[in-house]
């Protein structure tokens, strides 16, 4: 009898250590579940504020940048040269060339002249802007 009470405690902790251990599985396997659900989740809401945050910068970047250049396109000096350097080209009848033509004149310097002024202000301009090149065109 003392043989059959101990073989029925030693089943017992068997089937009972048996049970805590699947329960504690089974635990281990929802709690893992809310916890990858809960960091995806915060991990995409953190994302999603980086991303919202970096597009704020970049568009207030560019904005920024237009109205520079905005600037620099109402400049009066700017204006002047613009409008002197298209009647430049209506004094030198570049308006009739075709494109190609006009490369090829133009493909060591490109530009038609222009105040040194102006060209000396814009080359200054580009050392302290984020601007790396500035180009400058008139009507034709």
């Known amino acids: 009898m003392a043989n059959d009470a101990q073989q029925l405690r030693q089943r017992f902790l068997l089937v009972g250590a048996g049970v805590v251990l699947a329960l504690l599985l089974v635990l281990a396997v929802v709690a893992g579940n809310a ?7 915060q991990s995409d809401d953190r994302a999603r504020d980086v991303v919202v945050r970096a597009a704020s910068a970049v568009t207030a970047y560019f904005h920024e940048r237009r ?11 700017v204006v002047a040269a613009a409008s002197t350097a ?3 080209a209506v004094k030198r009848k ?6 190609p033509t006009l490369e090829r004149m133009f493909s060591r310097t490109h530009q038609l002249g222009g105040d040194p002024d102006v060209q000396s202000y814009l080359g200054d301009y580009i050392s302290h802007s984020d ?8 009507s034709h």
């Open 86 to 88: 298209s009647k430049e």
């Open 67 to 77: 109205r520079e250049a905005e600037t620099l396109g109402s400049s009066p000096a």
């Open 131 to 138: 601007f790396v090149r500035l180009l400058v065109t008139e």
């Open 35 to 41: 916890a990858s659900s809960f960091l995806r989740q």
């Open 94 to 99: 570049l308006t009739e060339s075709d494109v």
